[in-house]
């Protein structure tokens, strides 16, 4: 009989935390509009640099894409997470001086995809 009370406990915790995580996600996912403009708003800034002859790189662009490529994953978004990191790695090989613009911009625009299909996929 105890058993049974014990079985009941970790099911009603699992409902629980089931509940607690779906939030959560929901939550990652309602923030990806304000995550994907403050890309766009970087990428811009980059770009202008770069046409003046400055190129350097947004900080927030890196932070950005770095707690993207860390995070989404962990809320299931692996495809999300794969173009975050992608981003991340080319930040960190070419800092502090993007010199192949096309290739970071293809690299964001696949970012900015896989955030679009993450926001209305889920949208409820």
């Given at each position: 009989?105890?058993?049974?009370?014990?079985?009941?406990?970790?099911?009603?915790?699992?409902?629980?935390?089931?509940?607690?995580?779906?939030?959560?996600?929901?939550?990652?996912?309602?923030?990806?509009?304000?995550?994907?403009?403050?890309?766009?708003?970087?990428?811009?800034?980059?770009?202008?640099?770069?046409?003046?002859?400055?190129?350097?790189?947004?900080?927030l662009?890196?932070?950005?894409?770095?707690?993207?490529?860390?995070?989404?994953?962990?809320?299931?978004?692996?495809?999300?997470?794969?173009?975050?990191?992608?981003?991340?790695?080319?930040?960190?090989?070419?800092?502090?001086?993007?010199?192949?613009?096309p290739?970071?911009?293809?690299?964001?625009?696949?970012?900015?995809?896989?955030?679009?299909?993450?926001?209305?996929?889920?949208?409820?």
């Open positions: 009989m105890q058993w049974y009370f014990l079985e009941v406990q970790l099911a009603i915790l699992s409902e629980q935390a089931q509940k607690l995580i779906a939030i959560q996600r929901r939550r990652y996912i309602d923030s990806m509009p304000a995550k994907r403009q403050v890309i766009m708003q970087c990428m811009s800034q980059v770009t202008a640099a770069i046409d003046n002859g400055e190129p350097e790189l947004c900080d662009l890196f932070q950005q894409v770095h707690r993207l490529a860390g995070s989404a994953g962990s809320y299931g978004f692996e495809t999300l997470g794969q173009a975050a990191s992608a981003v991340d790695a080319y930040l960190i090989a070419h800092a502090p001086e993007p010199t192949k613009l290739e970071l911009g293809s690299l964001l625009q696949t970012l900015v995809d896989e955030i679009d299909k993450v926001v209305f996929k889920n949208d409820a």
